[in-house]
Each structure stands twice: as structure tokens, then as C-alpha cells.
């Protein structure tokens, strides 16, 4: 007997859902558990896994198509004869030592080298392709521990892990700020006549609307500020090694402007708060939203609760909400809650920009790149690792002068930095 696959709910407010790809054809078979087509709802990205194993019998929903929850959108035949609703799978901890990088590739088809292709096609899923595109890794160079000897995503993080790993980044120089990261692959365009006109995704489409919405709802504000960060290049690259030695994840800055922002919110609370009508809501909680670029647009998943850890537990946060945003293995409550959010443009260069602000929240931190420049101490000229750091504002709760004090605040934790990381 069959086996149905629906589209899952992914939380309680959300109706429907896009199946936005078919990660398995009609006639292929499936493992348990493994990636067999990806969502798009109003909240999130997930990949879903088949729910049983067997062959995929049906397709019954295409690409783009929404649906409501709980709608059948294929058939497996094989093990498993039960009604099953899918669910993401709960993200595989990642062995600790592999860098998490800050946007993938759009997905191609691999390519695997002629020794490989001769004794037989490399069995792997979709996210180890990825992610071996991401690592510039050849799949036949890893031995895979799965069924039949499939390559699962624990042998390629096992694999990047070893010293010898071609795809580790050569280390920096001391006190070298990171160089910037690879945008997100847009696709290729074919002109068949003067335009060429493409669907929006229905992430994109969601952008644009709450994008908009934004603009129309808050009087946007901007103020910029130029933060010396010196202090913790330097201490990173003298702690970096040590810190991930000990930890198993690298030092980034991400986690100090995280802290840096709990603690300035902390003092000026009204960055954390929200406008209903004509009354202005205070949130207890700091959750602080990190914006992860992907290569069909952007997603903020939040940190819960930023100010109840310390700087070790904000950095495994941010890796692992980083790492899962990447892989499509968020969850609705991953990126509910947010009440302000950083973005950092500064990973692809950008000196700063001046970023809309996250309904229903008031504000968004936007972080530029972190370069050496020539600067005036002591009335002589220094070489110094500087950013731009920009604050984006609602005018209607929050005045100028509360948004300064409360970026003074931030730049000076920042180049003052004291709260040890080791």
C-alpha cells in the first residue's frame, strides 16, 4: 500500500505552504529521512524529508504550487504503508571545527571525477552536494559510512574537519580583517528576445511585501558611526586558535556585535519594543534576529533570549541558527520572536547601508565591512581596523538623540572591549 506524503504545517499560524522543489523524480527511489523536496512558506524555508522508504510514485503538486497543510503532494511506494505527515529533520550536529561560511552556491549539478564515474555514480544527497560545492570537495574523495555506501552529511563534515582538508581557508594574517564572502549565485539569464521575465520565488515575494510594508508602517531614520575595532581584531587573532581549540567553532565578529547590541538595549529599552497603535509594547526578552543570506534571498533567525548568555553561547547560537538557515533546517519558531536584528553587508564588502527596518520592531543594526584605514590618534595619523556601523530607526517612538546615545553606547563596548571570550 502507498504511502502519502503531505505538505506539513510549519507552526500554527501558517495555512499553506509553496513546494518550491522537487529534490526527487517520479520513479526514483527514497530513504527514510532523506531530502525529497523543499518548502517555501510565510515564515520559513524547509527542506522535508520522506517521511518513508520506497520509490516515488507520484507527483501531485508541481513546482510553485501552493497548497493547504495537510494536502497530499506525492506518493511512495515501498516500506512504510502508513498516512505519514513529514516534518523537518532535526538538524545533525556539525562537527564543531568546520567553519560555517556566509552563503551557499546555487545548486549545480556536481561533478564527479573519472575514477568515480567509473566504478559507479557517488550516492549522496542534495545537501552534501551543496555542501561539497560550498567546500570545493570531490565527493569521490570520501568514503561514505551510509546505506550502500551513500555519502551522508556526517561524512562530509568529518571529512572537512581533517587538517588536510582542501577546503579550509589559509589563515589570515595577524590582525587581517576577513576578506569578503561570496554572494549568493544569481541565476543565469537566457534573453530569447529584448526582456526576459521570471516569476518571483515566493521567498522573494515575501520580501517584497514585508519590505514594503516596512517602508509604508515605520518613518525610517538612519544614523551612522565609526567604530575602531582594533581591539578585537587583535584579540582575535590571538585568541582565535585557542578559542576554537577549545571550542570547536571559529572566532567571528558576529558574536561581539551581538553582545554589544544586548548590552546597549539593556540601557536604552526602547529599542526593544514595538508600536501597537497608540501605545508603545516593551519586551522583556532580548531576541536578537541575525539576517543569513541565502541564495534565494535573505532570512533572519533569532537568537532567543541574547541576554540571558554569555559571549560562548551567543557564538554556538548564531553558528548553529547560521548553519541551519543554510541547510533549510529552521524551524517556525527559528525565526519567530525577533525584537531587534543585526544584518552584516560588511561580509560582501559594503561600507554601510542604511537596511529597512524588521516589522514589528523599531530598529536594525547594519554592520559594515571592517578595514584598515588611516585615522588621527594623539594628533598623529595611525593605521587603524575601522567599520561603519549604522543604526535604522523608527522616528515615531525612538528620537535622534536616544538613537546616538544608544550607538555611542555600542561603539564604545566595542573598542573598549572587556568581556574575555576564553
Known amino acids: 500500500m502507498p504511502t502519502k506524503v503531505i505538505m506539513p504545517q510549519m507552526g500554527e499560524s501558517i495555512a499553506e505552504g509553496t513546494v518550491t522543489k522537487w529534490l526527487k523524480k517520479v520513479g526514483m527511489r527514497v530513504e527514510r529521512d532523506e531530502p525529497l523536496f523543499e518548502i517555501s512558506t510565510d515564515k520559513v524555508d524547509a527542506e522535508i524529508p520522506s517521511p518513508v522508504a520506497g520509490v516515488l510514485t507520484q507527483i501531485l503538486v508541481h513546482e510553485n504550487e501552493t497548497v493547504a497543510v495537510n494536502a497530499v503532494v506525492a506518493m511512495i511506494d515501498g516500506e512504510g504503508a502508513a498516512v505519514a505527515e513529514t516534518a523537518p ?20 549539478p556536481m561533478t564527479v571525477a573519472p575514477a568515480a564515474a567509473a566504478a559507479g555514480k557517488v550516492r549522496s ?18 568514503k561514505g559510512t551510509g546505506l550502500g555506501g551513500r555519502i551522508s552529511k556526517k561524512d562530509i563534515l568529518a571529512h572537512l574537519a581533517q587538517p588536510s582538508a582542501a577546503s579550509h581557508p589559509a589563515a589570515a594574517p595577524a590582525g587581517a580583517a576577513p576578506p569578503p564572502a561570496t554572494a549568493p549565485a544569481t541565476p543565469a539569464i537566457v534573453f530569447t528576445g529584448p526582456t526576459h521575465v521570471v516569476p518571483m520565488t515566493p521567498m522573494r515575494k515575501q520580501i517584497a511585501e514585508h519590505m514594503a510594508l516596512s517602508k509604508k508602517t515605520s518613518a525610517h531614520v538612519s544614523t551612522v558611526f565609526e567604530v575602531e575595532m582594533t581591539r578585537i581584531v587583535d584579540l582575535i587573532a590571538r585568541q582565535g586558535d585557542e578559542f576554537e581549540r577549545r ?23 526602547i529599542l526593544n519594543a514595538s508600536v501597537e497603535g497608540a501605545n508603545i509594547t516593551y519586551k522583556r526578552d532580548i531576541n536578537i534576529g541575525v539576517a543569513v543570506a541565502l541564495e534565494t534571498g535573505l532570512i533572519v533567525p533569532v537568537i532567543k533570549r541574547a541576554d540571558e548568555k554569555n559571549f560562548l553561547g551567543v557564538a554556538r547560537t548564531v553558528k548553529d541558527l547560521a548553519e541551519r538557515a543554510r541547510t533549510k533546517h ?31 520592531q523599531v530598529a536594525i543594526l547594519g554592520v559594515g565591512t571592517i578595514e584598515k584605514r588611516p585615522v588621527v590618534r594623539n594628533d598623529a595619523i595611525a593605521i587603524r581596523s575601522m567599520a561603519y556601523v549604522v543604526l535604522s530607526f523608527d522616528h515615531r517612538i525612538i528620537d535622534g538623540a536616544v538613537a546616538d546615545q544608544f550607538m555611542a553606547r555600542i561603539k564604545a563596548l566595542l573598542e573598549n572591549w572587556e568581556e574575555p571570550v576564553l
Open 247 to 269: 571550542h570547536g567553532l571559529k572566532l567571528t565578529y558576529t558574536p561581539f556585535f551581538v553582545r554589544a547590541a544586548v548590552e546597549a538595549i539593556k540601557a536604552f529599552p
Open 330 to 360: 529552521l524551524s517556525v519558531e527559528d525565526v519567530q520572536g525577533g525584537t531587534f536584528t543585526i544584518t552584516n553587508p560588511g561580509v560582501f564588502g559594503s561600507l554601510f547601508g542604511t537596511p529597512i527596518i524588521n516589522q514589528p
Open 125 to 142: 544527497s542534495p545537501l552534501v552536494r551543496r555542501m561539497a560545492r560550498e567546500h570545493n570537495v570531490e565527493l569521490s574523495e570520501i
Open 89 to 108: 529533520a532535526a538538524a545533525a550536529p556539525a562537527p564543531t571545527a568546520v567553519p560555517a561560511a556566509a552563503a551557499p552556491r546555487a545548486a549545480a
